[in-house]
Nanobody, 125 residues
């Protein structure tokens, strides 16, 4: 599976962005998908994940109620709708694909098999 993230940019605090992650390969629908982010000088952290069925989602506490992850298996794409953005959301955002993950481990980056190249999100105050 190859992943291509897009949709990042510069936005003012309180604004919105929608990230997309397009996947190649016929088995996209079998993979659980996650979004992670990494700010300068910090470790990569979990943001959100969705199971392969689309029926279960998981969010970091810091983004609950503001971000929404979704997927369209017909388009081989996973989305991250980000609303009410804050300066602390500034980071490079990565999408990732993991096979056979249970909901309890979907927040662990080392459980994912494939990673996209990242897209920069900058939120100005």
């Amino acid at each position: 599976v190859q992943l291509q993230a897009s949709g990042g940019g510069l936005v003012q605090a309180g604004g919105s962005l929608r990230l997309s992650c397009a996947a190649s390969g016929r088995t996209f629908s079998a993979y659980n998908m996650g979004w992670f982010r990494q700010a300068p000088g910090k470790e990569r952290e979990f943001v959100a994940a969705v199971r392969w069925t689309g029926g279960n989602t998981l969010y970091a506490d810091s983004v609950k109620g503001r971000f929404t992850i979704s997927r369209d298996n017909a388009k081989n794409t996973v989305y991250l709708q980000m609303n009410s953005l804050k300066p602390e959301d500034t980071a490079v955002y990565y999408c990732a694909a993991g096979f056979g993950l249970q909901i309890g481990v979907m927040g662990a980056p080392d459980r994912y098999d494939y990673w996209g190249q990242g897209t920069q999100v900058t939120v100005s105050s």
